[in-house]
C-alpha cells in the first residue's frame, strides 16, 4: 500500500466504524423507555430512588452491576424475594443473618415504613428493567441458585413432559422458586427445603395450625403456591404477623399450566 493509501483505509475505516457505533447508539437510546417501563416510573418509585441514594445503599450494593462490590447485587432482588420478605428484612436485617455466620451483615439503616415502602416499588421496577438476561445467575446471600443452564431449559422446552417442565421453572427467575427453597435435605435458604414435600405435604392436611381447603398431598402443594399463607411453616425467617414470606402472586403471575408442572415436579419430592 502506498501511503495515500494507508491514509484512505484509515480514514475510510475510522468512519465506517463511528456510523456503525453511532447507529446503535441511536437505536439503544430508541428503546430505553421500552425496555426500562419508564411508563411504570411512579412517584413511589422516584421517591424509593432518592432513599436509596440518601442511604448509600450503592455504598455496598450494586445495582445493574453498578456500585460497590461488598454485598449482593440488587438488581432482581424484588424478584427473587417479594415485598413481604423485603420489609421485614430491611427493617431488621440482623434477625436475617448474623455476623458469625455469613462474615457480613447489613447494618440496620433504621427505615421508616414509608422509605421502605419506597424502596421497594424502586427495586420492584429496576427488577423489570430488560437487562438481557444479566445477571446470569442470581446473586443471592445464602445458599446456592443452580439456575437452569441454557441446554437444560432448552432440554426441557423440547420435551413434554409435565415434571421435566415443572423442574426447569422451578429453577428460573422468575418465578425464582429456587431463590428461597433448596430441594436438598436441611438446607434452609430463605424458606424451608422441599426435600421430601410430597410426603409432608400429607401430614400438614392433618396439623391443626392448617387453615387451608386441600383434601390431598397434591391439593396441598398448588395450594401452597397460591395462597402461601394457608399454612406457616415454623420458623423464624419464614413467616411475621400470619403472612408468609413466600410471594402470594403466583395465582397470577404464572399461568395456570406452570402451576400443574411445578406441582408435578413437587409431587415427585418424596
Ligand atoms: C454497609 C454496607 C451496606 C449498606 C449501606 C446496605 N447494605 Fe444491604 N446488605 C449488606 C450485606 C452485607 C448484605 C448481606 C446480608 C447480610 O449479611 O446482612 C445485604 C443484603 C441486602 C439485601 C438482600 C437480603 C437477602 O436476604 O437477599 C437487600 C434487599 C438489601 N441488602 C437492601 C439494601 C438497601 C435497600 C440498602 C439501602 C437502604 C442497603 N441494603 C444498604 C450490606 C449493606
Ligand atoms: C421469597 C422467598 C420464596 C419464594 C420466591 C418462594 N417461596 Fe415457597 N416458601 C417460602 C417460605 C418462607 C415458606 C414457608 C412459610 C410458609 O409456610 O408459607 C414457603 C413455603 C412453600 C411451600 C410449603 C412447604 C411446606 O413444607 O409446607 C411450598 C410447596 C413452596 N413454598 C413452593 C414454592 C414454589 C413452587 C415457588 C416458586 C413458584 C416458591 N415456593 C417460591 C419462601 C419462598
Given at each position: 500500500m502506498t501511503k495515500r493509501q494507508t491514509r484512505l483505509f484509515f480514514l475510510g475505516s475510522t468512519l465506517f466504524f463511528a456510523l456503525i457505533f453511532i447507529g446503535l447508539t441511536i437505536d439503544s437510546h430508541r428503546q430505553i423507555s421500552a425496555l426500562t417501563h419508564s411508563d411504570q416510573m411512579t412517584a413511589d418509585v422516584i421517591a424509593g430512588k432518592r432513599v436509596w441514594h440518601e442511604k448509600n445503599c450503592t455504598n455496598c450494593h450494586t445495582l445493574l452491576g453498578e456500585g460497590a462490590y461488598y454485598a449482593p447485587d440488587l438488581t432482581k432482588i424484588a424478584e427473587q424475594r417479594g415485598a413481604a420478605y423485603l420489609s421485614q428484612f430491611l427493617k431488621n436485617p440482623a434477625a436475617f443473618y448474623s455476623e458469625a455466620k455469613d462474615r457480613r451483615l447489613m447494618p440496620n439503616l433504621n427505615l421508616?415504613?414509608?422509605?421502605?415502602?419506597?424502596?421497594?416499588?424502586?427495586?420492584?421496577?429496576?427488577?423489570?428493567?430488560?437487562?438481557?438476561?444479566?445477571?446470569?445467575?442470581?446473586?443471592?446471600?445464602?445458599?446456592?441458585?443452580?439456575?437452569?443452564?441454557?441446554?437444560?431449559?432448552?432440554?426441557?422446552?423440547?420435551?413434554?413432559?409435565?415434571?421435566?417442565?415443572?423442574?426447569?421453572?422451578?429453577?428460573?427467575?422468575?418465578?425464582?422458586?429456587?431463590?428461597?427453597?433448596?430441594?436438598?435435605?436441611?438446607?434452609?435458604?430463605?424458606?424451608?427445603?422441599?426435600?421430601?414435600?410430597?410426603?409432608?405435604?400429607?401430614?400438614?392436611?392433618?396439623?391443626?395450625?392448617?387453615?387451608?381447603?386441600?383434601?390431598?398431598?397434591?391439593?396441598?402443594?398448588?395450594?401452597?403456591?397460591?395462597?402461601?399463607?394457608?399454612?406457616?411453616?415454623?420458623?423464624?425467617?419464614?413467616?411475621?404477623?400470619?403472612?408468609?414470606?413466600?410471594?402470594?402472586?403466583?395465582?397470577?403471575?404464572?399461568?395456570?399450566?406452570?402451576?400443574?408442572?411445578?406441582?408435578?415436579?413437587?409431587?415427585?419430592?418424596?
Open positions: 421508616g415504613d414509608e422509605q421502605i415502602r419506597h424502596l421497594i416499588a424502586f427495586l420492584s421496577w429496576v427488577s423489570r428493567i430488560d437487562t438481557n438476561g444479566w445477571p446470569p445467575r442470581p446473586l443471592l446471600v445464602s445458599g446456592a441458585f443452580p439456575g437452569s443452564s441454557p441446554a437444560h431449559a432448552q432440554q426441557a422446552a423440547a420435551s413434554s413432559d409435565p415434571v421435566a417442565l415443572g423442574e426447569a421453572l422451578f429453577r428460573k427467575s422468575p418465578p425464582a422458586c429456587a431463590a428461597c427453597h433448596s430441594t436438598a435435605e436441611g438446607v434452609q435458604l430463605v424458606g424451608p427445603s422441599l426435600a421430601g414435600i410430597a410426603a409432608r405435604a400429607q401430614q400438614r392436611l392433618g396439623d391443626p395450625e392448617y387453615r387451608g381447603h386441600a383434601k390431598t398431598a397434591e391439593e396441598y402443594v398448588r395450594e401452597s403456591i397460591v395462597a402461601p399463607s394457608m399454612f406457616l411453616v415454623a420458623g423464624p425467617t419464614f413467616s411475621a404477623g400470619g403472612r408468609s414470606f413466600m410471594p402470594d402472586n403466583f395465582g397470577h403471575s404464572l399461568q395456570a399450566s406452570e402451576i400443574d408442572h411445578l406441582v408435578a415436579y413437587l409431587m415427585t419430592l418424596k
